[in-house]
């Protein structure tokens, strides 16, 4: 999840002490909520959260498809955990593992005709993920082809009861428009996220869904449109499933291809689409192997888990369960020089000055406060024009982050007389692109007086 995961961690940590912090749009309301509980240790415990939130969200969209009277549902269990992209981030602080929960129960819910609940449950999926708003539109094609539509208002609860509490505390009466980062960004062209090809997310579909899932659910997703116009009718599940890949890829897809809501073209988002690919490659093997015996069919469906798992570990890359001793997700170049930056300030005692940068990697690494200047703020704070920030502050300055989110250019700092460079870690790794970008440079911020003499 790079730096996201520590940050969703922080906002959710310090929620209780601020909690204007439960109201954070990007963190999103809900997801504070329930994981701020799981926060108040270490990042770990938003790690399993979110592991035992895929696991069980996994359990609950086989429940649904075994209440839509189909066979060896448990098949989709691992099909869904084991897709690269989900399985890549379940080591995370993300709150795409809490969505997919969320969407499991729902489904759920509303395969044992819990209607009314499983629509104030859906209602506030954009509270937990901004593609919440997407996946809404999957469940009115539901609604609209069970015929179902006296219980559509009840889609609208979630977004009521946020804004209404958004309203009264902030006195914006369209808190949850005005209030959304990424439509804020957007608007006010704060922020330029970088575009790409239409077909972005169909070239990185293997290493996304792992070429058995792509293979599978291609051919399960063909299969499906056509029995559905050629019968005329089809299972709900799969009208839900279908119909929230179409939305959600082409969004994403879309977002990407214009440059627009601070998209990046990452490819994390599309974990969530894992349940739905699974639900649609359980299409095609299930048609072809009904009619075999049940020893048959039980071999046929382990045989192609084992084949979807062991995909899920060579695309991520993550070590075997035997190898015990193996890490998953070693640090990356920027924790890595981040950490060297906080143990060399600790070496020199200047680790209890107020300390600015970018990273929220280090605040969790360091213990330090984001949210009381007196213990650190981001740079992206710095006034350039007009620099509140106070004596003997240190500055941590990095060639991407900084640069990048933080808006704050080397020179600034490196020609600013109040700022003496204390050290350079340079960075081991240099892309073409862009050769200081693993850099550091830790500056001190001098009184005036010194800088008179």
Known sequence: GGMDS???????????QYPELFLDQWNKPVFTIISAWFCQGQIDQLVYMNIFAITLGALFFSFALK???YKNSWVIIPFIVFMPELFLNSISGLTEPLALLMIGIFIWLWSKSNHKSALILASFLPFIRTEGFVLLGAVFILIIFEKKSKYLPWLLI??????????FITSKPFWIITENPYWKHEINGTFDPGNGSLFYFVNLARPMFGLILVSIGILGFIWIVFD???????????VFAVSSFVLYFLAHSAIYYLGILGSHGLTRPMALIAPFIAIISYYPINTILINNGHRFRILSFTFITILVVYNGYKETKFPFPWKLKAIAIPMDVTQINFTKAGNWLKVKGLENRCIVHQSPFFNCKFNKNPYDVKSSYYIWSIDQNNDWSRDSTIIIWDGFSAKREGNMPLEWLTNNPRFEELLFIEGTEKPSDDAHRFDIHIFEKKPASLNSK
Not at 158 to 167: A, D, H, R
């Open 6 to 16: 520590w940050q969703h961690f922080l906002i959710s940590k310090y929620a209780p």
């Open 67 to 69: 209440s839509y009277g």
């Open 158 to 167: 979630g977004s009521l009861v946020m804004n209404f509490i958004g309203y």
């Open 228 to 238: 559905w116009f050629r019968l005329k009718k089809m299972s709900p599940i799969y």
